[in-house]
């Protein structure tokens, strides 16, 4: 009986011991498991759902909410292509007035579409261009437009109800709060600005007796404001939709990414140039390349006065800047690609950095042949959409090189 109760308490004890021994193992490993986690979490003000602990409903969402900002965001590419074409077929002042939810139903019986085109004749554009336009043709410009507005509306429900569902289901990371009011903001911005803009075509202008247009001004900001929109969601969503390449730190690898910052803002600023030249027909005052008409430099570059109004009022200068921009910015994406070769990047930065060259000579590319056949409207929606493609391959390669890096 007493060696009985001896067993029984050496095996009790060493039960114990083992049950201390495998919680402390545990314990460690928990704790190496949390210092790599910390180690190899990305800087980049997110929580990759790889290295996040502790927040599994969240990381569960990430990639759900980074696929919604990705579909925005395309979304956001096809009202660019929609309101270019809309401005190349003269369509965007078919529709003269502007409510957020009685203008959803376009005219549907022959007598309202006959009271709409008596509204449309009251008004500039059909008095000095459309002037002998049937009601057939009204039809189809009108329908243009509206297909524009429609679009800009749907793409406020894609955002809207999504970011509310995944907000108050707690599946939103909470750095992303912040920006998400901020992609909100922006985009009921953006539609008050697009019928800011269709106004001021619908002013008389004694100074125009030829045609009529919107403000090319308020036409580069609508167009900026929806590059910056579509660049912000391009942006989160790559963030929350790819995990971090390593990256060796070298002094290669910091000018490379100081030359992609610069690119950032000469492929934007090249694209504003391209607003000036929509909005002012710009493309079809000199149709030869690389000079414009026989001469490096056209002799009415600098016809008004005073001379600043020459940048953005007079057509012939807005088409000498804007390819002077676009030669430029082929030639510094190029650099950009030359000093990529030696840093050794990952298999993402590569793709990305020769994506960027080769569409940046694409876009050159469509630029002369649509200048060269007098901007047929195919064509010279290609290289809008172009341009669009071109900022997106510099802010993939950006995004890329911000990764997490290593000495």
């Known amino acids: 009986m007493l060696r009985l109760l001896a067993g029984s308490s050496v095996f009790v004890r060493r039960a114990t011991l083992g049950a201390s021994r495998r919680k402390i193992s545990t314990c460690g490993f928990a704790t190496f498991s949390s210092n790599v986690a910390n180690t ?20 569960g969402g990430s990639r759900a909410v980074g696929l919604w900002l990705a579909g925005c965001a395309s ?18 002042l078919s529709m003269v007035d502007w409510h957020l939810l009685k203008g959803m139903k376009p005219p549907w019986t022959e007598e309202e579409w006959e009271e709409e085109f008596k509204k449309y004749q009251k008004y ?50 909470r750095s992303m709060k912040p920006r998400v009011l901020i992609y909100g903001s922006l985009l009921l911005f953006q539609g008050l600005l697009g019928w800011f803009m269709v106004k001021s075509g619908l002013k008389e202008n004694p100074e125009s007796v030829d045609t009529v247009r919107v403000s090319q ?53 090249t694209a504003l140039s391209g607003a000036f030249v929509a909005g002012l027909d710009a493309g079809l005052v000199y149709n030869s390349f690389p000079k414009m008409a026989n001469r490096w430099i056209p002799d009415d570059i600098t016809a008004l006065d005073p001379k600043w109004r020459n940048v953005f009022e007079n ?62 409207v195919w064509m010279a ?14 802010l993939w390669l950006s995004r890329e090189l911000k990764m997490r890096t290593v000495k």
């Open 75 to 92: 979304m956001v590419v096809g009202s660019v292509i929609l309101g270019g074409i809309t401005r190349l077929t003269e369509s965007g």
């Open 124 to 173: 500039p554009e059909y008095k000095v261009v459309h002037r002998e336009i049937t009601l057939s043709e009204f039809k189809r410009i009108f329908y243009m437009e509206y297909a524009h507005r429609m679009w800009g509306r749907a793409i406020g429900v894609a955002f809207a109800i999504p970011a509310a569902y995944f907000w108050l289901r707690g599946r939103m990371p």
């Open 40 to 59: 190899l979490r990305p800087r980049t003000g997110y929580h990759s759902p790889l290295f996040t602990s502790g927040y599994a409903n969240v990381a």
């Open 217 to 269: 001004y308020r036409l580069a900001v609508h167009l900026g404001s929806a590059l910056i929109l579509y660049s912000l969601l391009f942006w989160s969503a790559h963030t929350l939709l790819f995990q971090p390449e390593m990256l060796h730190e070298t002094k290669c690898l910091h000018r490379l990414r100081r030359a992609t910052h610069v690119g950032k803002a000469v492929v934007f600023l």
């Open 315 to 376: 057509p012939t200068t807005v088409q000498f800047n804007h390819r002077v921009l676009g030669t430029a910015t082929l030639v510094g994406i190029l650099g950009i690609w030359l000093m990529a070769r030696p840093v050794g990047l990952p298999r993402r930065a590569r793709l990305a950095v020769n994506c960027l060259a080769g569409m940046a000579g694409v876009q050159v590319s469509l630029g002369v042949a649509t200048l060269l056949c007098y901007v047929p």
């Open 381 to 394: 929606s290609l290289h809008q959409t172009g341009s669009v493609l071109v900022l997106t391959a510099v």
